[in-house]
């Protein structure tokens, strides 16, 4: 199963309104599975518009230039 473009833009806006945020904040709050949240902030992060802190495990947008 892909990651659909709708669930990324979702993710996405979730970590820029909620900067700091952890996997279980987003999946609360956009009611998905935390596999699917997973997959997605994954995909994001490769992309270079998430990064995790790896001590805290929170999410943070990067700034598109």
């Known amino acids: 199963m892909g990651i659909t473009e709708d669930l990324?833009?979702?993710v996405l806006a979730f970590v820029v309104e909620h900067p700091g945020a952890k996997l279980v904040d987003i999946e609360k709050a956009l009611g998905?599975?935390?596999?699917?949240?997973?997959?997605?902030?994954?995909?994001?992060?490769d992309q270079?518009?998430?990064?995790r802190d790896e001590e805290t495990r929170q999410y943070f947008p990067i700034p598109m230039r």
């Not at 270079?48 to 990064?51: I, K």
């Open 8 to 10: 990324s833009q979702q």
């Open 32 to 45: 998905v599975s935390r596999i699917e949240v997973g997959r997605t902030i994954r995909a994001l992060m």
């Open 48 to 51: 270079g518009r998430v990064r």
